[in-house]
């Protein structure tokens, strides 16, 4: 069990991320491959990805990233990059003897391959190979599901956000998932190595991911900047693809909602009150506070006081409807424009 030590300026210093991390979905996402586990989740992602992926690509990747034990932390850099291309810079300025020592460590969990011993020594080929193949896995198998996995990330994120907001810390601590438990002042992960990690007023950032599957995970070198990364919620249509609709995502959802409905529904992912709703959509307050008590009439939203002013969240039914799934089960008649 990983016991995770907070004091009062750990706590006040707790944040959730508002957005999916690219390079942890990708180590992540690689783990997923190496085993079957979540059929209907991820078996579709898994037959798309098998063949996108070149064999001699996919390889090198798979030497760094065993499914059990660990995988070198220059991989998911500690610092929060606002897109991938940065991101991946970010791994590959990762300093020679950072490179060099948690490849020495992944050494006791996968044997050592010429190519692994070469970019443990620096060689600047090996790191550009590793940067190319990074991008191609990126391009094939995360790229075209991004919207997706945003989506439900940022449905997580507002949900944990209110948890945050009306409740305080002990409650977005205690809900985290069930492999966490929060015995004050300490967070005890379940099924991870036994040891404790002492935050020492550093605070944590809590990293939602759809590809980190049911227990949560961590970087392994406890002075790196700490980041709990946890499992989003998962069902099968988490992951779906945008770019091979043969209607836009917005457009398929209309179709089905109505343009301005849709747009309302979207706009709930983030959560906002009646105001926001209606400048989002380009509509009156009058009209976005119908659209909205339709969307709540259907289950898709939820509606809360706050303050002088009511919040609208989208619930786990419109995440599905959003990702196209469960719109079979929705009578058209009930939500049309």
Not at 45 to 50: A, G, K, Y
């Amino acid at each position: 069990m990983l016991r995770i030590h907070f004091t009062p300026r750990d706590l006040a210093r707790t944040t959730v991320s508002t957005r999916p991390a690219p390079l942890w979905e990708i180590l992540l996402s690689l783990h997923m491959l190496q085993h079957s586990d979540g059929r209907l989740v991820f078996e579709d992602w898994r037959r798309h990805v098998r063949t996108k992926v070149a064999p001699d690509q996919m390889r090198l990747l798979l030497e760094l990233t065993p499914v059990k034990g660990y995988s070198p932390d220059f991989l998911t850099p500690a610092e929060s990059a606002p897109d991938f291309d940065t991101a991946l810079e970010m791994t590959l300025s990762t300093p020679r003897q950072q490179i060099r020592s948690q490849l020495d460590l992944l050494s006791k969990y996968r044997p050592v391959s010429p190519w692994t011993r070469e970019l443990a020594e620096g060689d600047r080929h090996s790191l550009r190979k590793l940067g190319r193949a990074i991008k191609t896995y990126h391009d094939a198998a995360i790229a075209p599901y991004w919207k997706s996995i945003g989506t439900h990330v940022t449905a997580d994120h507002t949900h944990r956000g209110d948890a945050l907001a009306r409740h305080g810390v002990d409650r977005l601590l205690s809900s985290l998932h069930p492999r966490v438990r929060w015995v004050a002042p300490v967070l005890q992960v379940l099924d991870m190595n036994d040891r404790d990690l002492y935050l020492d007023g550093r605070g944590i950032e809590l990293q939602p991911s759809a590809f980190c599957w049911q227990v949560p995970t961590k970087l392994r070198d406890p002075e790196l900047k700490p980041i709990l990364v946890y499992p989003i919620q998962h069902a099968p249509g988490i992951l779906r693809q945008s770019a091979l609709d043969t209607e836009p995502p917005s457009d398929a959802l209309g179709s089905l909602l109505g343009s301005t409905r849709a747009a309302a529904l979207e706009a709930a992912v983030s959560g906002c009150t009646t105001t926001e709703l209606a400048k989002r959509c380009n509509i009156s307050p009058a009209a976005a506070s119908h659209q909205a008590t339709v969307l709540r009439e259907a289950g898709l939203i939820t509606t809360r006081r706050a303050g002088a002013s009511v919040r609208h969240e989208v619930t786990q039914l419109g995440i599905w409807l959003l990702s196209g799934h469960g719109s079979g089960n929705l009578r058209q008649s009930t939500i049309a424009s």
